[in-house]
Each structure stands twice: as structure tokens, then as C-alpha cells.
């Protein structure tokens, strides 16, 4: 699900320079008062789940129970995105942490790039995104998605597109996502807004998990040096020549698979689909506590049953060495 998040990312980054100047800053949205969602989730991951925005702050709530190798788990999670900070927190395990938010600094170091840098960034992310649809042969992207139509959900209406596995349903009056399902491989996840609040958001929305202490991110020391060297890499041109490298390996292994269509992966047909699919909810129900304990039980018991059977066998030796002693014919002397 994250490449597939990323590579949506990537394609709307690789937008022309003259629709998007800097990919980095973010659109703003002119819904006066905010807004709040309310979602079901359904598929892998069943739960719900609460987004919430006003301003430039955002708010994301979610419980889901998954269900994978025979064992379920249920995650509560928290996340708040601020101008300058990300809060992340495990609700269940009472931890957060907060790092600091890269994109202004990523856009701000944009900013800073001259005109050949900023070009070779878009070359370079439009690359990026073109290697992705095709390493998963999600040819929809390049075209920015196979429209849908219009669709209604909790009583406002969205536009949807496709984008290889993933479906979206947008509004046109604010910056929500109304529906989302994504089908890839072994994983079906769905998300349904049920219930829509525009203009204005509860007063505890935005309130912190109870009992969370948010620590800071470790792995962030620097977040301007950071975001000053992953600009830099984007518009390098050592990415450049990594990626014409990756593109002609990509080539090579599609001319060498015989792909169906230019540019795409071999398909699987329907019987393969559906052998996939088989596969997959095995591997999801398999208890794999219950065969490791299976397993144990089973050789415990081939031991017992071959302790036994020597332990039979022995004793059948040594009746037969005791009757055969008894017959045993006696020793005459010589005269």
C-alpha cells in the first residue's frame, strides 16, 4: 500500500512546472471552518476511522483488526500533522513520537534550487513515477487514472478514478477522499466515508490520545539538512543516471518476459487470479502457532510410539532367548 501511496505521490509531483511550480507546497483548501470525516474500513483491515482538518492542521484516527497467519490483531492509532511538527501514536501501547514535518522544509529548499535543478527534479520524479506504473504494470497511471464518474457517498458527491489497483473518490469542494479501495496481490483494503461535517469540527477532534507522552524521533536530528540533501538527490543528475540504468534494466527484463502489451507485465489470467486469491486467504487463516504445535505434538508422538515398539521388540528378544534356552539341547559327555 505505501508504493502504491507513493507512486500516486510521484505522479502529481511530476505535474509540468508551469501547473506546479514547487510539488512540495501543498494545496490549500478555501472550505472556511474546516471538516470532518467519518469512516468504516472493511476488506483485510475492519475498523473505523476519523479524519479531521481545519487550517493547516490535520487529524487522523483509526482502530482496525486484521486477521493474518491464523492470528488477529487490533491497532489503535493517532496521527496530527502541524505546519512545522508530525505527532505519530500507538494508542493500545501509550507511545508517541513527533518529528518535525519535512515537506515545508522540502519545499523550502525547492525554493532554493536553480532553474536547471528544479528541472531535472521534475525529469527526475516523472522518471521516478514512470518506472513505478511500469515495474507494476500499472499503465492507468500514466494518464492519471481511468475517470469513474461521479459517485455519492454519505450524501456528497465525489469524482473516481482508477489507478491500477487503487480506486479514489474525491470531492471537488475540499480535499477529502471520500472512498478508497485498494486490490493488490494478497491485500483488498477499503475505506467508506459514512458521515461528512463541513464547515466546522468537534471540539475534541483535535484532542491528544489520553495518556500518550510524545518523544521526539531519533532518527530526525537535523530535519533542515535533512530536507536540503533529499531536495538535492531528487534534482542530481547522479539520480538521473540511475534511473536511465534502471529504466533500461526494467526494458530488458519485459523484452526478455514477452510482455503482452508495450510497456506492461505479463498478466495473469482469471485461473491464476483466482489460484492467487486461494493462496492468500490460506496464508491469512493459517494458525501458524497451531502448526508449529501440531508439528511438536506429531514428532513427540512418533518418539513415543518408536520407544514403544522397541521396548516391544526388546522384550520379544528376550522371550525368545529364554525359550530357546529351555530347548536347548544338552551336552552329552564322551565315554
Excluded at 530526525?220 to 542530481?236: E, H, I, K, M, R
Amino acid at each position: 500500500m505505501r508504493h502504491v501511496v507513493l507512486a500516486i505521490g510521484l505522479i502529481g509531483a511530476a505535474a509540468p512546472a508551469a501547473a506546479q511550480p514547487n510539488p512540495f507546497k501543498l494545496p490549500k483548501s478555501n472550505l472556511k471552518g474546516g471538516a470532518e470525516v467519518t469512516y468504516t474500513l472493511s476488506g483485510d483491515i475492519t475498523g473505523n476511522a476519523m479524519m479531521a482538518f481545519e487550517g493547516d492542521r490535520w487529524v487522523r484516527k483509526q482502530t482496525g483488526t486484521m486477521k493474518m497467519l491464523g492470528k488477529t490483531t487490533t491497532s489503535e492509532t493517532w496521527t496530527l500533522t502541524t505546519p512545522d511538527s508530525l505527532y505519530n501514536a500507538d494508542i493500545s501501547k501509550k507511545q508517541g513520537s513527533v518529528l518535525p514535518n519535512m515537506i515545508p522544509l522540502m519545499a523550502k529548499a525547492y525554493d532554493g534550487l536553480d532553474g536547471s535543478g528544479k528541472k531535472r527534479l521534475h525529469q527526475n520524479m516523472q522518471e521516478m513515477s514512470s518506472l513505478l506504473t511500469k515495474g507494476f504494470g500499472l499503465s492507468s497511471f500514466s494518464s492519471m487514472g481511468d475517470d469513474l464518474g461521479t459517485k455519492t457517498y454519505a450524501g456528497q458527491s465525489c469524482e473516481e478514478r482508477k489507478f491500477g489497483p487503487v480506486v479514489m473518490c474525491s470531492m471537488d469542494k475540499a480535499p477529502i477522499v471520500l472512498h478508497s479501495q485498494t486490490k493488490l496481490l494478497c491485500f483488498n483494503m477499503e475505506e467508506t466515508a459514512t458521515e461528512v461535517k463541513l464547515g466546522g469540527v468537534s471540539p475534541t477532534a483535535f484532542a491528544p490520545p489520553a495518556g500518550v507522552v510524545f518523544a521526539p524521533d531519533k532518527h530526525v536530528t537535523n530535519a533542515d539538512s535533512a530536507a536540503q540533501g533529499l531536495v538535492n538527490y531528487l534534482a542530481s543528475q547522479q539520480l538521473t543516471d540511475s534511473l536511465a540504468k534502471a529504466k533500461a534494466e526494467l526494458q530488458a527484463a519485459q523484452a526478455k518476459a514477452g510482455p503482452q502489451n508495450p510497456g506492461e507485465m505479463p498478466k495473469m489470467t482469471p485461473e491464476q487470479e483466482a489460484s492467487m486469491q486461494k493462496a492468500c486467504e490460506t496464508m491469512k487463516n493459517l494458525d501458524i502457532g497451531k502448526v508449529i504445535a501440531d508439528a511438536a505434538n506429531d514428532a513427540m508422538k512418533q518418539m513415543a510410539a518408536q520407544a514403544k515398539q522397541a521396548a516391544i521388540d526388546a522384550g520379544k528378544n528376550a522371550v525368545n532367548q529364554k525359550i530357546q534356552g529351555i530347548f536347548k539341547k544338552p551336552k552329552i559327555p564322551l565315554m
